[in-house]
């Protein structure tokens, strides 16, 4: 019966190259996986706060539009108050 070791040792000898880069391959694989849900994640959250302002902002009443100048005079100053 041969010994274990000496198979195991045989076996080794016979690996194809790609063996010696599996395990790296392997965890550059996880961590691209990894990656890849937290960008999908941060989309989501995104996404889901974008619709939820959007629908907040929709159904909240909002203040009536008034039109005054920006540089112009106020309606409160005392010309226009006596100009009308």
Same mark, same amino acid.
């Given at each position: 019966?041969?010994?274990?070791?000496? @198979?195991?040792?045989?076996? !080794? %000898?016979?690996?194809?190259?790609?063996? $010696?880069?599996?395990?790296?391959?392997?965890? =550059?694989?996880?961590?691209?996986?990894?990656?890849?849900?937290?960008?999908?994640?941060?989309?989501? @959250?995104?996404?889901?706060? !974008? %619709?939820?302002?959007?629908?907040?902002? $929709?159904?909240?009443?909002?203040?009536?539009? =008034?039109?005054?100048?920006?540089?112009?005079?106020?309606?409160?100053?005392?010309?226009?108050?006596?100009?009308?």
């Amino acid at each position: 019966m041969a010994d274990i070791e000496d @198979l195991l040792g045989a076996l !080794a %000898a016979k690996a194809p190259p790609a063996f $010696a880069t599996l395990e790296s391959d392997v965890f =550059q694989g996880l961590a691209r996986h990894r990656e890849q849900a937290t960008a999908r994640r941060g989309m989501v @959250l995104a996404v889901g706060v !974008a %619709a939820m302002v959007g629908v907040v902002g $929709a159904i909240a009443p909002a203040a009536p539009a =008034q039109a005054e100048p920006l540089f112009g005079v106020p309606q409160s100053a005392p010309s226009h108050l006596l100009a009308d």
